[in-house]
């Protein structure tokens, strides 16, 4: 139950417990950072005008190696 709640999915990226926790915070402030340029640019459209596209396009391109 353990490993299946908690490693298989790490595992099955090549990475360990401890990698794969560390990558996905990382991951998730990355987009939170890109979440709140674009609240940021509702508001003030002449601020953040493509910084959640380049985060998200990143983001995409570090998925995509890591497959």
């Known amino acids: 139950m353990i490993d299946r ?3 298989k999915h790490p595992r099955s990226v090549g990475e360990n417990y401890f990698e794969h926790m560390a990558f996905a ?3 998730s402030l990355r987009l939170f950072t890109a979440a709140l ?3 940021i640019h509702a ?5 953040f005008e493509s910084k959640a596209s ?3 396009k990143h983001l995409n391109n570090v998925l995509q190696e890591n497959r």
């Open 37 to 39: 340029a674009c609240l």
């Open 54 to 56: 380049r985060i998200v």
């Open 25 to 27: 915070i990382a991951f």
């Open 43 to 47: 508001f003030i459209p002449a601020l």
């Open 5 to 7: 709640i908690f490693l």
